[in-house]
């Protein structure tokens, strides 16, 4: 079974740091996506990253697919409380229609 | 509303005793697939569909069935349930199968097994 390992697992920070969470995995992926869930709901899409050395911004997210497309990492700048939520990692490998998810960042900002 | 809706919400049963848990999209999606969540595992597929009458297995099929008689719906069967199917079940649907794809979630079942 192909992992998609994220980092850290956990994570608390003061409103107004800045962080970055990664998302490893030895598997080539065709396209990685991110998404944030919130307690008593469902994931929700941020971002799909589908080239490799592929950025993308979303207001204070940068999210950046790896060169070799195996990796992927979202930094946030100036964290909100709003920001508070668990991230996933997601995505395909060439050939197949399996969906992998990673096993999940918890973050918490602190007012 | 474009939705994906999920019933029931919450559900406590005994081991053995067959239950349905019911998916239903109305964005005309052709990919649906079904997820369960569990502590520090994130989310493991467990079946997929790419279309009406065509499903396959995802990463954790054992125990589970599934059917796609139509485009808008996709039930998850468990026909002999056990303690170790005790998890927060979410069913996703996507426009087409592929990694580009947003994939739009229900709000979840959870599934206590005793």
């Known amino acids: 079974t192909q992992l998609l390992e994220q980092s850290p697992q956990f994570l608390s920070i003061q409103e107004g740091e800045n962080l970055t969470v990664y998302c490893n995995s030895s598997?080539?992926?065709?396209?990685l996506q991110w998404y944030r869930q919130e307690p008593g709901e469902g994931p929700v899409l941020l971002v799909t990253?589908?080239?490799?050395?592929e950025v993308k911004k979303l207001k204070r997210l940068t999210f950046q697919f790896g060169d070799a497309r195996k990796d992927s990492s979202l930094h946030i700048t100036a964290a909100q409380p709003g920001d508070t939520g668990l991230y996933l990692c997601a995505g395909t490998t060439s050939g197949t229609y399996k969906y992998i998810f990673g096993t999940g960042t918890r973050l918490k900002v602190l007012a | 509303e474009a939705q994906v809706t999920q019933n029931p919400r919450y559900l406590i049963t005994v081991t053995g005793k067959k239950l349905t848990v019911t998916c239903s999209q109305n964005?005309?999606?052709?990919?649906m697939s079904w997820y369960r969540q569990d502590p520090g595992l994130g989310l493991r597929q467990i079946y997929y569909s790419m279309n009406v009458e065509v499903t396959d297995k995802g990463d954790v099929p054992e125990g589970y069935k599934v059917s796609r008689k139509e485009k808008r719906n996709f039930p998850l069967i468990l026909e002999s349930p056990s303690p170790n199917q005790t998890s927060l079940y979410f069913c996703a649907s996507s426009l087409f199968s592929g990694g580009n794809q947003p994939q739009h979630f229900g709000d979840g079942t959870r599934l206590s097994i005793l």
């Open positions: 990253v589908v080239t490799g050395g």
């Open positions: 964005m005309n999606h052709e990919y």
């Open positions: 598997s080539v992926f065709s396209s």
